[in-house]
């Protein structure tokens, strides 16, 4: 079993940044695939990137691509979101979560969430 726990969130005015991290405790953080994503109020809970196992391999919604990287530490066991450029439209809750697969962009998918944490872009 994995927990994950993100932090970063925060509140900053378009055009700025945030750094959202998520640590998993348990073992094998590296034999899964994670993923962000996120639910803006009134909205469903929306994908937003997913990256591989080792890292190789990354995926985005169109909405942040160009803006969002996300990237992983297998031996922190921790994975990032670097979110550029933040937009109004980016206001939400960002959660993580685990899949038991090499990479995912199904919700469905993904076994373990966390708590998730708030990300407010003013204009």
């Known amino acids: 079993q994995v927990q994950l726990v993100e932090s970063g969130g925060g509140l900053v005015q378009a055009g700025g940044s945030l750094r959202l991290s998520c640590a998993a405790s348990?073992?094998?953080?590296?034999?899964?695939?994670m993923g962000w994503f996120r639910q803006a109020p009134g909205k469903e809970r929306e994908f937003v990137a997913a990256?591989?196992?080792?890292?190789?391999?990354?995926y985005y919604a169109d909405s942040v691509k160009g803006r969002f990287t996300i990237s992983r530490d297998n031996p922190k066991n921790t994975v990032y979101l670097q979110m550029n450029n933040l937009k109004p439209d980016d206001t939400a809750v960002y959660y993580c979560?685990?899949?038991?697969?090499?990479?995912?962009?199904?919700?469905?998918?993904?076994?373990?969430w966390g708590q998730g944490t708030q990300v407010t872009v003013s204009s």
């Open positions: 348990g073992r094998s953080f590296s034999s899964y695939g």
């Open positions: 979560a685990a899949a038991n697969r090499i990479i995912t962009l199904q919700q469905h998918e993904y076994m373990y």
């Open positions: 990256i591989s196992r080792t890292g190789g391999a990354t």
